[in-house]
């Protein structure tokens, strides 16, 4: 019995530190926008968060975007979307003989609500806006472990060898039931470079009370 039960306490922890796969499916603006707005116009704040070095002139930035709460009679009502976007169109490092790529985008997020994006009367997690908006480059993976969700990318975008010839990733979109933050994303590029970057994300829900508490 006690064997068992440290096989189960092996599987559980593997399974944590590896991470939940999440649902991703790709969508269309504007019409995506209906999930979260009557009249399919979504509104919200943005910030953009610098990717590069003092040196460097040109910039690449990570934006998040806070969506306002989702209208009452749409599949969002009262929950807030959350949109991320990697940019290194016009970065470029001084003497950089060989691209740099990003690897993988991680948010403490927190619990994700699932919705029917793609309308295949599914639910899933993540959206990525992959006509009808910006971008050229879609993430291969979405995955949580804890409170934390890491975006994999095809070692891609990458720097460009002038400005204006790096690559964006498409907005990839997901759901929460709480209100934003403004939190630490951490991105990693394919030399293993780690950024840390302003970004907004849900504010952690409140503790659950014991019902003995209550």
């Not at 790709?26 to 116009?41: D, E, G, L, R, Y």
């Not at 306002?68 to 807030?80: I, K, R």
Request: aromatic fraction near 8%; charge should be positive.
């Amino acid at each position: 019995m006690k064997r068992l039960a440290l096989i189960i306490l092996f599987l559980f922890t593997a399974g944590t530190l590896l991470g939940a796969p999440l649902k991703l499916v790709n969508v269309s603006a504007p019409k995506i926008n209906c999930k979260f707005s009557t009249n399919c116009q979504t509104t919200g704040q943005d910030m953009t968060s610098d990717i590069g070095a003092p040196e460097i002139k040109a910039k690449g930035f990570l934006q998040s975007r806070a969506l306002t709460v989702g209208q009452p009679g749409t599949a969002a009502a009262g929950l807030y979307g959350y949109l991320y976007r990697i940019d290194l169109t016009n970065l470029v490092a001084p003497g950089l003989k060989a691209k740099t790529c990003v690897a993988t985008l991680s948010i403490e997020f927190g619990p994700v609500k699932s919705l029917d994006y793609d309308g295949d009367g599914s639910l899933d997690q993540v959206f990525v806006i992959t006509s009808g908006g910006l971008g050229t480059v879609a993430p291969v993976s979405a995955t949580q472990t804890g409170n934390v969700i890491t975006f994999t990318f095809p070692s891609h975008p990458c720097t460009g060898t002038m400005s204006g010839k790096g690559e964006s990733s498409f907005f990839v979109g997901l759901v929460s039931a709480q209100t934003s933050k403004t939190v630490a994303a951490r991105l990693k590029t394919t030399a293993d470079a780690v950024l840390s970057l302003n970004a907004y994300a849900p504010v952690p829900p409140p503790p659950v009370q014991p019902s003995w508490k209550k």
